[in-house]
């Protein structure tokens, strides 16, 4: 068969084969059973990259802890949004494993939420961001200490060799860790079990409109070339996502760019030492740091094998995705976004300066970071790993005219065209864990004529959706529900 001979009709085309194309191809697949609906992924398999176990911090996301989601302690509001986001991501898991779709010790483990800091500023703002957050539902269970010791009984390595000083912590003891490359594994398996279809090693080359609500997305394979026709398309390829959003030429992502952004961790498998410590603790972000690059130390469920992860590092490579090229970033560059891009570097020097801090940094410094949330820390214990590419958004920025960008740190953006028929995501945290959120989000505002109907179907399964302020009742219910349906 010729390279360019193979052309094929389907109702809806995914690209990428993340966590977020398979949880949208799985919600397709049950709502639509007559569509055919092809996810294509140029790996040999989904969840090859930011999926991946080790790719990412495997955190259930869930706001209770992570400071960067409330800078503000009067305002708790991103906080609130992303604990609602994840409640839901529970739900939706829940009535998977309840069908027998899922098995959730393959990818779900309990591991209690802390946010640790040191000094008394740092303390009081600790102290009053669990007095504003506390009135919330879905954060009253947290707990609230200045009590060394106490401490020492949540998370015994962050106290073991500390000089005594000034030191906070919160603790909500629903937190999680989850692995996202076995999630999203299971759950393309369930894709594939409703009808749907995945080609794996297709890597798409492009996206073009045909007509008003048609397109085609042309992949390339090692054997063939094939089109698929479709009447909709939805890139969930991650930092592919932009480049080729581009290919499509629509309006919507005009001056819209992108910065890569890698990160490397530290990760223990010492026994004896993962052993001491059942939790995920948050620190803060070091001055002029990024959001994002919030310390933490986790105890990570990986394939059965417990260990720990500490970081993020920030590294850099012109890469925007792990197995990607050296080209990608340049090749996002346009006219159009080449100044906005420009911008958004210079509003952000202390951003800058920070990677290459990062970047020059001894081994000796890096590992110091580390001995700020655990003091005896051995550095023969731990071995340095990468992890996956992140493209931080560039957009423009209305109130700066043309030429002026900002970079957006936290939340990711769905760019959908005005007809409904193409949509992306752009952007990472929080990212997996409001992965159901975000796409049943998606079918909202790109199938209205089948949302009354979609929505009633999924209310079965997700009794929290279009829920914006929880009960009491309803947080305990749903955590009682989910924690045993998720055997936590």
Known sequence: MSRAGAVEDADAVLVGGGIMSVTLGLLLARLQPGWRIVLVESRSEPATESSAAWNNAGTGHAGYCELNYMPDPEDPSKAHGVASQFMLSREWWAG?????????????????????????????????????????????????????????????????????????????????DLDYGALTRQLAAAFAARGGELRAGYRVRGIRRLAPRRWSVTARTPERDVTFRTRFVFVGAGGATLPLLQTARIPEIDGFGVLPVGAAFYRCAVSEVVAEHAVKVYGQAAPGAPPMSIPHLDRRTVDGAAQLMFGPYATFSTKLLKHGRLTDAPATLRPGNASVVASAVARNLSVVGYLVRQLLASDAALFGQLQQLYPSAERDQWELIHAGQRAQIVAPDAGRGLRGGRLQFWGTRRVITADRSLAGLLGASPGASTSVAAMIELLSRCFPEHWPRWQAALQQTIPGLGRDRWTHQQVEQSLAATDAALAL
């Open 96 to 176: 998977l494993v309840a069908e027998g779709v899922l098995s959730p010790a393959a990818f779900i483990h309990r591991a209690p939420h802390l946010a640790l800091v040191f000094g008394e500023r740092n303390a009081a703002y600790l102290r009053r961001r669990w007095e504003v957050l506390r009135s919330d539902p879905l954060f009253a269970a947290m707990e609230f200490t200045t009590v060394a010791d106490e401490i020492a009984q949540w998370a015994p390595l962050t106290m073991r060799g500390r000089r005594r000083a000034v030191v906070a912590a919160t603790r909500h003891s629903a937190g999680t």
